[in-house]
Structures are given as C-alpha cells and as structure tokens.
C-alpha cells in the first residue's frame, strides 16, 4: 500500500478491462486518479467502485484522438490535483484485418486512437511533469510492437510505432527528470480481445502462450503500477513484456 502516495495519475481507457484494472490498483496504492474513457457510464462505474473504497479519483468522457479533448483533460486534471505526475496511454482498439483488405477509414481509426492519441497525450501531460520536477509516461503497446501478428497490419503498426514513440520521448526529456517506457502485454482477458474470441483463435493464441493460462487485467496493471512508481526510477526508454512466454520461442 502506498507505492503512487501523493501522485496523480491520468489513465485513459480505464473505462473497463486493463485500464480500470490500473485506476482500481493506483487508487489503492494512493494516488488520485484522472480516469478517462469514451464510454462515460461504465467509467463512472469503476470511480465510483474507487470512491467507495476510499480512493479519490475522477471521471473524464474523453475521444483520445482529439486534440482539444486532451487539452481539456490536461487542464481538469491540474485544477483539480494541482499537477499531473503519470500518464498512462492505455486507450486502443483494434482492427482484425490485413493490408489488402483494410479500408484507409479503418486504417485512420487505428492510427489515430492508439498512436496519435499516445502522441497527443505526451504532448501536453510532459509541459505538467517537467512543471512537478518529473513523472513518467508509460504507453501501452503489445507483443504485436515486437513480433509480427498475422491479420492484424494496422494494430500492429500502431503497437511497434509506440515503442518507437517511447523510445524517442524517453531520450528527448530524460534530463528533465520525465521518464518514458512501453508495455507489451500478450493475450490478456478484455473485452477487446474477447470480442474476437473464436475456437480457432484460441488455438492460435494457446499455441504460443507458454504459461498454460491466458493473462488478466491485473497482470499488467501491476507492471504498470511499478513504472508509475519511484521503485522505477532508473528505468526509461525500455520495454516491459508481459506476455505468459509468447515472445520467448
């Protein structure tokens, strides 16, 4: 308990799966927390199950890929806490589809919701950090970031782009005591990965995940908790895989 004492946090995506996952486990461990999604109600849902454990934390209708929309979430979350020290960029959909076959509307969507909206968050959540002598950003990315998945092009694009992307932030503001690193879960139970949950798909994802069970929420939440906490302070520009061995073989 205690590990995010006197941080503030902005979660985007926390509406369900992981992203409510890491709101729940930050509250606890005492941060106040700027939780944000596009599905209003069911964020609502996870602070009020914050708020009645004795957390503090708010909720935020926020469309990630807008530029204004994040300018606005920048400046609730500093009225309201004063400052804002973590930034997870958690937010993302997917697309099950190949680049012959995708459409440049499907692709756009991917591309805007899961890497411009990581863009966009950097951009005005550091100005804050450099203000509070430093934080960390940690950007959700995939395994899909690190080894090709077949039928999914535009998510993996997005995923291996964000690494990238943290890679680059993690250098240009290291000095200013801001660090940046990448998450890159494997099959993890959410919503997102349920919905195209087929016999033949877990077939292919059992093949290739080693441990002999599929991840849930609470195992990334729990890597995430450890970048947004002082117990990473020397860690920047790296890749944190959690994955149940899928990238091993």
Not at 77 to 102: F, M, Q, R
Not at 133 to 144: A, E, H, M, Q, T
Request: aromatic share 6%; proline share 3%.
């Amino acid at each position: 308990m205690g590990r995010l004492n006197g941080k503030v946090a902005i979660i985007t995506g926390a509406a369900m799966g992981q992203g409510a996952a890491e709101a729940v486990l930050f509250a606890k461990e005492g941060a106040k927390v700027v939780a944000t999604d596009i599905q209003k109600e069911a964020l609502t849902k996870v602070v009020d199950e914050i708020k009645a454990n004795g957390g503090d934390a708010i909720a935020l209708k926020h469309n990630v890929a807008s530029e204004e929309e994040w300018i606005s979430v920048v400046e609730k979350a500093v009225e309201t806490y004063g400052k804002v020290d973590v930034l997870v960029n958690n937010a993302g959909v997917s697309e099950p589809k190949t680049l012959l076959n995708i459409t440049m509307e499907q692709w756009n969507r991917v591309m805007d919701i899961n890497l411009t909206g990581c863009v966009l968050g950097m951009k005005y959540t550091i100005p804050e950090m450099q203000k509070a002598g430093g934080g960390s950003v940690i950007n959700i990315s995939s395994i899909g970031g690190l080894v090709g998945m077949a039928g999914t092009s535009p998510y993996t694009a997005a995923k291996g782009a964000i690494r990238s992307l943290s890679k680059a932030g993690a250098v240009e503001y290291a000095k200013q005591n801001v660090r940046v690193n990448s998450v890159h879960p494997g099959i993890i139970m959410t919503p997102m990965v349920e919905e195209h949950l087929d016999e033949q798909t877990k077939q292919y994802f059992s093949a290739y995940t080693q441990l002999p069970r599929y991840g849930q929420p609470d195992d990334i939440a729990y890597g995430v908790l450890y970048l947004a906490s002082d117990e990473s302070s020397f860690m920047t520009g790296s890749e944190m895989v959690i994955d149940g061995g899928w990238t091993a073989i």
